[in-house]
């Protein structure tokens, strides 16, 4: 069976060799896309339909026209992507909180006290370290439970003065996240709202509100639960995983809930169960984006983490090596084509989140207080499953997959840090014109372009260009599989670049770990501007998503939006259908927020053009 080309050339030989079907094989079925759904003219909220807007027959059997069913199905999409990421917020601040009212172990004491004064908690110097974990917990969780009419508190502490002003001027300032998605959803609705510029200017509030809390505070409550990022090199791919322990594979992106398992499978306890049943001790396998998440704090969880192995469509392969005893899952990115090969190679699945449970797992949900129960169930299940399945299973790890340098560990703080607790080296870099500007390239993975091919392509076309490639998400293991994080990748780069890096000791792309970590490129952005005393938009900054892939990632994307930056993508997402949507989103919505749109699928052009944005914005800035 034909399977697509991915940019992973070793990845790609290794799962043409299983004769296993995996995604990578089901893209050859699926090839022909239904026209109406790529345009989002298809409605189907009523029994009247499901409605196809043509030339023939413009609107639907309601009256309803293709700018509203276009804008009412991105609406939509949007609302279910912010729900995902604010469903992550809550939980991580939930766990925070169930952790400081049980006095539990907090690994970020020192970021925690940060985040109390950004936050603005009063009498934060007086209270325990508990007490702050309560309250910070609290406040976060009474703003994503506020009303729609009261708008979040925080979203002004998060975001630079002159960003704030222009969500305000353009009366986009979300409510209560929570109550936001809700009335998304109902204005979605049959025979509700028609304005498709108003229901385009909600997803601009679903964006600020997805990315300031599920992404930018998800990963600071992480860092105070888990330890914050060091900047460190580690190992990528499948060489990481080890068949002489037994092995729990994660996919994700709930770091928290992990925090009491991965403590106890390094205690002497655990260790010794592990060994009377005939391994070293246990090993967990990095994949998807909570296995990005371990990456990047790996300085604090080295004993018990492997290391990550690739992103949501490597994941497949991974269970096909027949190493891998346990896969525990607690949010999306676990693609139901693992079922069946879980079945197959014998894997037991555990889920650990009601939304998140996955046919034939067991599910045993997770609650902090419940935490060192259900970790003791998660390592009897390993051990059976160790002991039961390794005589049956052939085991095929390719050792030669991946790379054993990679840098990661980078997050706002680190990276200040390591630049000698300063921006100016970096403005300076940038001022001096050794790098031109930097391009975000994150974001998800996704088959039907090639797996990782488009990202990969683009990516090494900008840093040709002088352009500093910062990477969050599913990208982050496709360019780290491929060598791109590796120091030796300065080699790839321009002549201005590659001197930076190699006297730097670091490669031109920078890994930040997950989706997640968008949020942290946005810190960094908001600092650099606030430093320069301009708003985002002026940044020679640009943002790529280049192989997005579901919901989440147009929730991502609205983020980028709103704070006025210019958004490529190599595939549309499903608005071509109406000229209006696509109008406002690529050429209007730049002076309304500076951000817009640009679809390119040549990583050539693509790189041309954001090129080409960053020497306007340096020209603009007097550089």
Request: hydrophobic share 40%.
């Amino acid at each position: 069976m034909a399977i697509c080309p991915s940019a992973d050339k070793k990845l790609e030989q290794y799962i043409a060799t299983k004769g296993e079907e995996t995604s990578f094989h089901r893209v050859e079925p699926q090839k022909h896309k239904c026209t109406f759904g790529l345009q989002g003219i298809c409605c189907t909220l009523c029994s009247n339909g499901p409605c196809k807007i043509t030339k023939t027959a413009p609107r639907g059997v309601c009256g309803a026209n293709a700018d509203t069913i276009v804008a009412r199905n991105f609406l939509r999409a949007v609302a279910a992507g912010s729900a995902c990421y604010i469903h992550v917020i809550e939980n991580a601040a939930k766990n925070l909180k169930a952790i400081g009212e049980k006095e539990g172990t907090l690994k970020g004491e020192g970021k925690l006290q940060e985040l109390a004064e950004l936050l603005h908690i009063k009498e934060a110097e007086t209270m325990t370290v508990h007490q702050k974990a309560i309250e910070v917990a609290q406040k976060i969780l009474q703003d994503l439970y506020k009303p729609r009419e009261e708008k979040m508190e925080l979203v002004k502490v998060l975001t630079p003065t002159k960003r704030y002003e222009k969500w305000q001027d353009l009366n986009i300032l979300p409510g209560g996240a929570k109550s936001e998605v809700f009335d998304s959803i109902v204005k979605t609705s049959t025979n509700l709202n028609s304005d498709p510029i108003d229901m385009l200017l909600q997803t601009l509030t679903l964006g600020i509100s997805t990315g300031l809390y599920g992404l930018t505070l998800t990963n600071l409550v992480n860092d105070v639960i888990m330890g914050e990022p060091v900047i460190r090199q580690a190992s990528v791919g499948f060489k990481v995983v080890d068949e002489n322990y037994i092995n729990i594979m994660i996919t994700g992106h709930q770091h928290s809930m992990l925090a009491d398992l991965q403590d106890k499978l390094t205690t002497p306890e655990a260790i010794a169960q592990a060994e009377a049943a005939g391994a070293k001790g246990f090993k967990i396998i990095g994949s998807t984006c909570v296995g990005q998440d371990l990456q990047v704090r790996g300085e604090h969880c080295q004993d018990i983490f492997a290391g990550h192995t690739g992103n949501n469509f490597t994941s497949e392969a991974l269970i096909t090596t027949g190493a891998i005893d346990l896969l525990l899952s607690e949010f999306n990115c676990t693609v139901p084509g693992l079922e069946p090969l879980t079945e197959k190679y014998q894997v037991k699945r555990i889920c650990l989140d009601d939304v998140a449970r996955t046919a034939g797992a067991t599910y045993q949900p997770f609650t902090m207080n419940q935490a060192e129960a259900l970790t003791d169930q998660i390592i009897e299940s390993a051990i059976k499953s160790y002991q039961e399945r390794r005589n049956q299973i052939r085991i095929d790890i390719p050792t030669d997959h991946g790379h054993d340098d990679v840098v990661t560990g980078l997050s706002e703080k680190s990276l200040k840090q390591f630049l000698g607790h300063s921006w100016k080296p970096l403005i300076d870099l940038i001022a001096s014109g050794k790098i031109k500007g930097i391009a975000a390239v994150v974001g998800c993975s996704n088959v039907a372009l090639g797996h990782d091919v488009i990202t990969v392509g683009l990516t090494q076309e900008l840093i040709q260009k002088d352009i500093l490639v910062l990477s969050a998400g599913c990208s982050s293991g496709g360019l780290e599989n491929v060598g791109l994080m590796s120091p030796a990748a300065a080699s790839l780069a321009s002549d201005n670049l590659r001197s930076v890096c190699e006297s730097l000791g670091i490669p031109p792309v920078l890994n930040f770990g997950p989706c997640l970590a968008i949020g942290r490129l946005e810190m960094i952005a908001a600092e650099l501007a606030e430093a320069l005393a301009i708003d985002i938009p002026q940044l020679p900054l640009v943002l790529s998503a280049p192989q997005w892939l579901e919901e989440q990632a147009l929730a991502d994307g609205a983020f980028g939006l709103a704070l006025g930056l210019p958004l490529h993508l190599a595939t549309a997402p499903f608005i071509t259908g109406s000229e209006t949507i696509t109008k406002v989103l690529t050429e209007d919505l730049k002076e309304i927020t500076g951000g817009y749109i640009i679809i390119e699928s040549s990583p050539a052009k693509a790189a041309k053009e954001l090129s080409s944005i960053i020497e306007d914005r340096r020209a603009a800035l007097g550089l």
